[in-house]
């Protein structure tokens, strides 16, 4: 098998290099390229001017760093105009040969099955929806393909070796943590698994989302207020809600709660993975080696991430109650939980699990939609640049999250409320149902989006704060992606 796929990639290499002649026409691209590069227009670039130049493309020092390494043929650290074109040359060859692989029924252009199909070859499996954001990023044209030219241009300056790099790139995630749930796990493959990777990949995340949660933590005990106490004692613009908490407890104050948001990412992920893995070996049965079907990965990640948020749910109720505890009323975590028990017993901790559920299913529905439309609509708008980069693509991300938000906050608000009712004194402990009548009826539909405010101010800062921490992690822990694993 080995030596046929070595002869088969040798066999395409040797297609290419008949006919990979570049024209005048891309002589002359290169030759803009450097000039728009070579800043101080002394006939050399060197790694200032590398990052200066393609910072839009989000590029690592590690990526500019190895172009600068493989093109720098004569050692002196620099890259003049014949070894940036010789560099281009060899590695638009490349990309060709990787073309290729991906194209397998040879029409000249990558659709969602083929990236799918590649990335299974080499032990990854991703659904649909993850293929199709593969594609949307690489698409320029609208077509939902990928045709040579737009895979040359988005992988140009992106140092790549081999599919392996191509796929470990396709998979690099984009941690946008704004204190949401995660559902659907991330697929890992066994070389992955067995290195080490996978649990550096999910520490990286744990820890991003810690960050991130704890930065805009007083934002988030804000929201939580305004949805339990909106239509009460509780009014005003944000400014005012939070000089009722420091002068009610003072400036540590507007991190209650968060404590618990932090420590329920670690076991969250955990039981999310392991889960995803057990259901995918039961469904395989014996034959291990079997791939899973679509509709089948689809039904693992849903139990996966079903199965994680009604083991940590409880840590939900602590968050939502020790954020809106009062000075002295809870000693701690542990307090809290023994209070709730006692008084209320072990079901209150299942309080708005039902509309925690349900808030999902629009969540996941929307956020794809609006993200395929962003990012083609900023395309359009940029004809001249090859892909987007990568704040451009957090920006369409943060948005598709935003509006996602936007279409499931109501059943998010009676969640909170269903699980802060023993804590406001004189509530009736209503339902689901009874709660949506009630706040329709007194409050009227903008009562479903108390809180909202102070949830979209921190969308930002969230999305910033996780992708900068995570990328560090990464970098700390080995992961960089140009550097290998």
Not at 159 to 174: G, I, P, T
Not at 271 to 283: D, H, L, P
Not at 342 to 360: C, D, H, T, W
Request: proline share 3%.
């Amino acid at each position: 098998m080995t030596t046929q796929r070595s002869t088969w990639i040798l066999k395409v290499q040797c297609q290419e290099d008949q006919h990979f002649v570049p024209d005048e026409e891309r002589r002359k691209h290169w030759a803009e390229l450097f000039e728009q590069l070579d800043l101080n227009k002394d006939g050399r670039i060197d790694m200032l001017e590398l990052q200066a130049g393609l910072a839009h493309k989000g590029l690592s020092n590690g990526c500019l760093q190895k172009i600068v390494e493989t093109g720098d043929t004569n050692q002196d650290g620099v890259l003049d105009f014949e070894e940036f074109v010789e560099y281009l040359h060899n590695h638009e060859k490349q990309l060709q040969v990787m073309f290729h692989h991906v194209d397998r029924n040879k029409d000249g252009w990558i659709d969602v099955e083929e990236i799918q199909d590649c990335l299974h070859t080499i032990g990854v499996n991703v659904s649909p929806e993850d293929a199709t954001r593969i594609l949307l990023s690489m698409d320029k044209d609208g077509t939902m393909t990928i045709n040579w030219s737009e895979w040359r241009d988005y992988f140009l300056f992106k140092h790549l070796n081999d599919m392996e790099d191509v796929a470990r790139f396709w998979k690099r995630s984009m941690i946008l943590d704004t204190g949401e749930q995660l559902t659907v796990p991330e697929e890992f493959s066994e070389a992955q698994k067995k290195s080490g990777y996978m649990w550096r990949q999910l520490m990286a995340g744990v820890m991003a989302g810690s960050v991130s949660r704890t930065g805009t933590a007083p934002l988030d005990r804000l929201k939580v207020f305004r949805q339990v106490h909106g239509s009460s004692e509780f009014r005003g613009s944000a400014l005012s809600g939070f000089k009722y908490m420091l002068n009610e407890g003072g400036p540590w104050s507007l991190w209650r709660g968060n404590g618990v948001n932090v420590l329920k990412i670690a076991p969250e992920t955990a039981i999310k993975f392991s889960t995803y893995e057990q259901i995918k070996s039961v469904m395989r049965g014996h034959d291990e080696t079997r791939t899973l079907r679509v509709h089948e990965r689809f039904v693992a990640g849903s139990l996966a991430g079903a199965t994680a948020q009604t083991v940590i749910y409880p840590m939900e109720v602590l968050k939502t109650r020790l954020s809106l505890r009062k000075t002295g009323q809870f000693k701690g975590i542990a307090d809290c939980a023994k209070q709730i028990l006692q008084r209320e017993g072990a079901a209150a901790f299942y309080k708005g699990y039902v509309p925690n559920m349900l808030s999902i299913v629009p969540y996941a529905g929307i956020d794809l939609a609006v993200y395929e439309t962003l990012k083609l609509a900023w395309l359009n708008r940029n004809t001249g640049l090859s892909d987007p980069g990568v704040m451009v693509l957090l920006g369409c991300g943060a948005v598709s999250s935003t509006c996602g938000m936007l279409a499931s906050y109501p059943l998010a608000l009676i969640r909170t409320r269903m699980q802060a009712q023993a804590s406001v004194k004189g509530s009736p402990k209503l339902s689901m149902l009874s709660l949506l009548r009630n706040i329709v009826t007194q409050e009227g539909i903008a009562g479903l989006y108390r809180g909202i405010s102070p949830n979209l101010l921190k969308i930002v800062p969230a999305v910033s704060v996780s992708y900068v921490v995570y990328e560090y992690m990464r970098i700390m822990l080995g992961m960089d992606f140009e550097g290998g694993q």
